[in-house]
């Protein structure tokens, strides 16, 4: 413990304590050393430069320095080093340039930057912003589609069969049994005359699901994930969705799911938290709470009064609505939120965790009864 409590005072004091105090950083800590004195020490650099000091030349830097912070550091503590840097060396400058932005990769982390800095609201980046959204988001759903249609396209129904020949519906034991009686027995092979599928069993209602999205500072690379998703369940037969983003107020943007380039560059990052507010105007879309899943992604920080937000969930969980909550939905499922108030939710029946995307489309599939 004591040599624990040293390792933090040094980082927090910098490189001139370490004879003083004589912490052994581990390797982790030395990266994360290396970030606070390149912000706070040593000024964040290129090449001797300023960052400042030459937008072209110093953007690939930055965006490493960005980069390091979001895998060193908690969201929070990220958060407010990006706050730190941007207000100590005009990086907003930097990255709001577009020829800087045309020379850049689009990548996730870039883009949460790129809207935690409210670029989406500059009119002279926005076609290059815009730009990196659709790559991005072109990039999640290559990659997420397949994930959500297999586990929300609905349970498998081993007592009818059909013609879907897929790997995926074939039924193994029906077909080896029923085939049994042409093993040959000289050669040691089954011959397989007959081939069985199970048929998708697709319930004769869809679920209602409720995405709530906290837009405050913190949240861009959850809200980058949650537009996406919320652009495959909408596709989906099993699934009628709604979507609200909210801060203090709350914003209905179900019209854009279907293209969630146009919804991201709806959000405007910032602004308190008052979830209490968007689960009242989500309560007023439940027809059926039984078959209604209201899933908010928000580290929880409710910035009204706390009794209010567990009388609304528990409202909400008694009239018989499934209650899930993300506190983070990036691809490593980073936890940070607000644990006493998490602690209650999960008390009153909520279900609250820290999950990546593909983690979120297997525990929505079992909310609905998909799989168990």
């Known amino acids: 413990m004591a040599e624990r ?61 960005l980069n390091d912070i979001d895998q060193l550091f908690s969201n929070s503590v990220s958060h407010q080093l990006q706050k730190e840097a941007i207000e100590e060396f005009s990086l907003s400058a930097c990255i709001n340039e577009p020829k800087v932005l045309e020379k850049l990769q689009p990548s996730v982390g870039l883009l949460k930057h790129l809207l935690s800095l409210g670029s989406t609201q500059n009119p002279a980046v926005r076609q290059q912003v815009q730009r990196i959204i659709e790559s991005v988001v072109d990039q999640l759903l290559a990659r997420l589609t397949p994930v959500f249609t297999q586990k929300l396209k609905g349970r498998i129904n081993r007592y009818e069969h059909s013609g879907a020949r897929k790997l995926a519906n074939l039924d193994w034991q029906k077909t ?14 089954l011959h397989f005359q007959n081939i069985y599928f199970n048929t998708r069993h697709q319930q004769s209602l869809p679920w209602h699901v409720i995405m709530c999205i906290d837009q405050s500072g913190s949240m861009a690379e959850s809200i980058i994930y949650s537009a996406v998703i919320a652009g495959i369940l909408h596709r989906l037969p099993t699934v009628s969705l709604t979507l609200y983003v909210f801060d203090t107020n709350v914003v209905d943007l179900s019209s854009k799911v279907e293209d969630p380039v146009s919804l991201l560059l709806s959000t405007q990052l910032g602004g308190g938290t008052l979830i209490t507010k968007a689960w009242q105007v989500a309560e007023n879309t439940v027809s059926d709470p039984r078959r209604t899943v209201i899933a908010t992604v928000s580290d929880f920080c409710e910035g009204g009064s706390p009794q209010a937000l567990f009388e609304q969930a528990q409202r909400l969980i008694g009239s018989g609505v499934k209650m899930i909550g993300m506190t983070a939905m990036n691809d490593r499922g980073d936890p940070f939120y607000d644990s006493f108030a998490t602690k209650r939710l999960s008390g009153l029946g909520m279900e609250i965790a820290a999950l990546s995307p593909d983690q979120f489309a297997d525990w929505l599939a079992k909310q609905m009864g998909l799989v168990k």
């Open 176 to 189: 080896i049994k029923s085939n049994l009686k042409h093993y040959d027995l000289e050669k040691k092979k």
């Open 5 to 65: 409590l040293k390792s933090r005072w040094r980082l927090a004091l910098g490189r001139y304590a370490e004879d003083r105090l004589g912490a052994q950083l581990s390797a982790n800590q030395q990266a994360q050393d290396q970030c606070l004195f390149q912000l706070y020490q040593h000024g964040l650099t290129d090449r001797g430069h300023k960052l400042s000091a030459g937008l072209d030349d110093s953007a690939p830097a930055l965006v490493e320095w």
